[in-house]
Each structure stands twice: as C-alpha cells, then as structure tokens.
C-alpha cells in the first residue's frame, strides 16, 4: 500500500500531530523477490527547482539515491536558510542506526543552477552535508565528462560502456553557451533594451541559471573521483545495477552525437534541434566575450568624444536597441532549451511498478527515446512521472503522455501519479502561452492523474512523502 504524507520542518512537528492521518492509496503489491520490499520518494520544496529522495528498502539494508538537489528562486515565504534545512533532512533521512549517514549515489540530471545549486560548497556549504555522506556513485549527462576537454573532437569512454569514444565536440558549445549566458545576463541589466521590467527579469533569470556553478560542478566531479562516476548516454548503463539488486534502470537520455545522426536526417528541418548550435554557440560567445571586455576593440584608433544623437535618428536608434533586446532574449531561451536537452531521463522499475525521472528533457532529446518501440512499451506503463521541467509545455510531449496507460479521469489504484516541483513567474508569459508550469498541462495533470506540485505545500511542509510498498 501506498501513503501520501506531507513531511513538515522540525520546528511544526510538534503541531503535525493534531492534524488528519495521512491520506493513503493503496497499490497492488508485487511477488516477493530479491528486489526491495519499499520505496519512499521524498519531493523536497525547494521553489524552483529540482530535489527528490529516493529510500529503497531491503530486509537488511536501506539504498538512498538523490536526483537533483537545486533551485533558483525560493518557495513562498521560505527562511533564508531554506536550502540547508533540505540538506539537514535529507542527512537525517540517510543516517542508519549506528549513527552514520550514507548516501549511495547521486544523479545530477544536467547542469542547470536550478538542479545543482545546492551541491555548490560556497555560501552556506549545502554540498558540503551531501559530500560528507560519502556517495558512492555519481551519475551525469556524457557531456559532462571532466575527461573530455572543450576544444575535445572525442569524448573518453564512460564509465560502464567500455565502448568506441563518442564524437564530442558538442562539449565545445556548451562551455560558449554558458559563456554567452554570461552577457546576456550582464545585458539584461542595460536600461537602454527597451525591455519590460518582466522581460528583463526573466532574461536575467535564464541568463544566470546557465552559468556554470563552479563550486557545484567542482564538487560533483570530487564526490565521483572519490566513489565511481558514471557520465551516461541513452542505452548506457547506469552503474546503479550493483546499487540496486532487484531494480531495473534504463537510461533513455539524453542521447550521444552519433545516436543523433538518425534523428537529425529525419528532423532536419526542425530549427530547435540542439546538436545543430555548436557552431553557432562558438561565434555567439565570441560576441559575447567582446560585448563584456573592457579593452578597446581598435586599441589603436584615434578616439573622439562622440556627439549627441541627431533627433530625426532618435527613434531609430531606440527601435535597434528594442530589437536587440528580444534578440537576445530569443538567444538565452534557446541556450536554455539547449541545455535542457542534455538532461539524463531514467526509468526505475521495481516490484511490478516504474518510476520516471526525465529531468528537464524537452523534446529533442525524447525523440531518441520515442523512436523505439522498446522503450515506448517500458513508457506505456509508468505509474509514477516526475513531471519534466518545472511543467513546461514543451518537456511533456503530446506523444509521450500519450503512452501512459494508467492515466484515468476518475481515482483509481493503479492511476498515474505526476509530481511536479515548480514556482509560477519564473519562465514564459501567460500572453505568449509559454507560462511555467503551462496552464493547458496542469489542467490535464490534474483531470487524468494523481497530481501533485511542490507550490501547493505550506511553508512549514518541507516536502511531500510517497511511500510504495511491494
């Protein structure tokens, strides 16, 4: 039988405890095997972000693998110390009897701030109390192989393929585009854009969120040298295997350069296809290396105090100035998008039941994945979906929510359970329909499935817990 619990923060305990039993729902259970006799997922409030823990239990023995541990806006009300109260709990939860706490693996999905910010040591050290619960495995995207250099034309073999190295060069681009992501969130500073205060505020927002986090990327890649590192691909293995006896993993992406040969003869057309950026990432973060230096870009021309701006060319001037704007803001969405895409998507399966983390795989990197039938049937039966990138509209694709066979309109026991971990305001607008989490979606979560969003838990609720039992 499955529980549903919101889990409160320490300081409401003590008021948790006149409040309603937990609401239950019961699932069928699986036979007996080797496999875990539980599963608890914790969905952390982290505002927008990601955060999720996951507690395998066995007869002798608890497994617990965290996914995601980051956020760039708080949640409503939150404590300025939000972020380590979730690292505090998440040690609490992974501290066995004798007093130690384990951490068996983490899966840093990709390398968005809001999915690994809280590995950062800086500040408050959150990464620090997951570091020193020693994990033993640390799963990436293959395009965050520290082995693979950015001028790389070849990424190294990972970890469990032992296979031919994969062309690499896209590495390259993902350090240019967060280069670039440098200046435009620099950019969205400038008054002169002629930008709303909104629009400005997002541009910054997306800008700063495809930084590179040093201090967290640092940090992941010790915690890997010190225990194993995994730096998977779509069909790769996701060294879990020994972690997990009894659980099946399949990592559907996101897929490497020579998968997406196939997909890009058959989508050429498609503009958002994100294997086609890397060269255009390269001259974008020139221009943006440029925009931000402070060296002249003629050090040796005679220079001359400029003159006031005639007024018949005023209006034109400002017009440029609005257009470069939403260009540039045309640029951080697809540098976003970009990044998204070489998201890790893992499929849990597990006394009879399967649990889907895609991260914020939007659609170019599904359609690897969605172009098996294979992995189309694994789809088919999945009764728990973490919903993909905050609710955006773009990260559920049609043809993936499609396949779920245990969506319902009316409550069931096998009916698909979809959790999301979302704040509103952050991405899109309601205007454009491009709002996160997108209203159409969030109206079809809720009509056919159990549906679940981190907004909607008190600021005194740390987190909601499921717990299957099998």
């Given at each position: 039988m499955a529980k549903i619990q919101l889990k409160r923060s320490a300081p409401a305990q003590k008021k948790a405890a006149k409040q309603a039993p937990a609401k239950k729902v019961a699932v069928k259970k699986a036979a007996a095997g080797n496999g875990p006799s539980k599963l608890t997922l914790r969905a952390y409030n982290v505002g927008?972000?990601?955060?999720?823990?996951?507690?395998?239990?066995?007869?002798?023995?608890?497994?617990?693998?965290?996914?995601?541990?980051?956020?760039?806006?708080?949640?409503?009300?939150?404590?300025?110390?939000?972020?380590?109260?979730?690292?505090?709990?998440?040690?609490?939860?992974?501290?066995d009897a004798d007093g130690v706490a384990r951490l068996d693996a983490v899966v840093a999905t990709h390398r968005h701030r809001d999915h690994i910010s809280g590995f950062s040591t800086d500040g408050d050290n959150t990464g620090g109390v997951i570091a020193r619960m020693n994990p033993g495995l640390v799963i990436q995207p293959w395009t965050e192989d520290p082995d693979a250099q950015p001028n790389a034309e070849e990424a190294?073999?990972?970890?469990?393929?032992?296979?031919?190295?994969?062309?690499?060069?896209?590495?390259?681009?993902?350090?240019?585009?967060?280069?670039?992501?440098?200046?435009?969130?620099?950019?969205?500073?400038?008054?002169?854009?002629?930008?709303?205060?909104?629009?400005?505020?997002?541009?910054?927002?997306?800008?700063?969120?495809?930084?590179?986090?040093?201090?967290?990327?640092?940090?992941?890649?010790?915690?890997?040298?010190?225990?194993?590192?995994?730096?998977?691909?779509?069909?790769?293995?996701?060294?879990?295997?020994?972690?997990?006896?009894?659980?099946?993993?399949?990592?559907?992406?996101?897929?490497?350069?020579?998968?997406?040969?196939?997909?890009?003869?058959?989508?050429?057309?498609?503009?958002?296809?994100?294997?086609?950026?890397?060269?255009?990432?390269?001259?974008?973060?020139?221009?943006?290396?440029?925009?931000?230096?402070?060296?002249?870009?003629?050090?040796?021309?005679?220079?001359?105090?400029?003159?006031?701006?005639?007024?018949?060319?005023?209006?034109?001037?400002?017009?440029?100035?609005?257009?470069?704007?939403?260009?540039?803001?045309e640029l951080v969405r697809s540098l976003d998008t970009a990044m998204n895409n070489t998201s890790v998507i893992l499929l849990f399966q597990v006394g009879g039941k399967s649990f889907l983390f895609p991260g914020d795989a939007q659609i170019e990197n599904w359609q690897f994945a969605l172009s098996q039938e294979p992995i189309k049937e694994m789809l088919?039966?999945?009764?728990?979906?973490?919903?993909?990138?905050?609710?955006?509209?773009?990260?559920?694709?049609?043809?993936?929510?499609?396949?779920?066979?245990?969506?319902?309109?009316?409550?069931?026991?096998?009916r698909l359970t979809t959790v999301v971990s979302t704040k509103p305001g952050k991405h899109g607008s309601v205007q454009s329909h491009t709002e996160v989490p997108r209203s159409t979606l969030v109206a079809e979560l809720q009509k056919e499935s159990e549906y679940f969003s981190t907004q909607d838990l008190l600021k005194s609720q740390i987190c909601r817990e499921y717990v299957f039992e099998f």
């Open positions: 927008f972000g990601d955060c999720f823990l996951l507690t395998f239990e066995y007869p002798k023995l608890k497994r617990r693998i965290l996914i995601d541990y980051g956020s760039t806006a708080a949640p409503r009300n939150a404590d300025d110390d939000y972020m380590m109260a979730i690292a505090k709990d998440i040690e609490a939860q992974c501290t190294t073999a990972t970890t469990f393929t032992g296979g031919k190295p994969d062309p690499k060069a896209f590495i390259a681009s993902l350090h240019n585009m967060n280069r670039m992501a440098g200046a435009i969130a620099e950019a969205s500073r400038d008054e002169h854009l002629g930008l709303s205060m909104r629009m400005a505020s997002q541009m910054g927002f997306l800008g700063d969120n495809n930084l590179p986090n040093k201090s967290a990327v640092v940090n992941l890649i010790e915690m890997g040298k010190k225990g194993r590192a995994a730096y998977v691909n779509a069909g790769s293995k996701s060294g879990l295997e020994p972690v997990l006896p009894g659980v099946t993993v399949h990592v559907l992406g996101p897929p490497n350069l020579k998968q997406t040969q196939s997909i890009k003869k058959e989508k050429d057309r498609d503009a958002n296809e994100f294997w086609q950026f890397a060269a255009f990432w390269q001259f974008q973060a020139a221009a943006g290396e440029s925009v931000d230096s402070k060296v002249p870009l003629f050090p040796d021309a005679e220079a001359h105090e400029a003159h006031a701006i005639p007024a018949n060319v005023r209006w034109f001037v400002g017009r440029a100035q609005k257009i470069r704007g939403e260009q540039l803001m088919k039966v999945v009764d728990v979906y973490k919903v993909g990138h905050h609710g955006s509209l773009n990260a559920t694709p049609k043809s993936l929510w499609a396949l779920f066979e245990h969506k319902h309109e009316t409550p069931a026991p096998e």
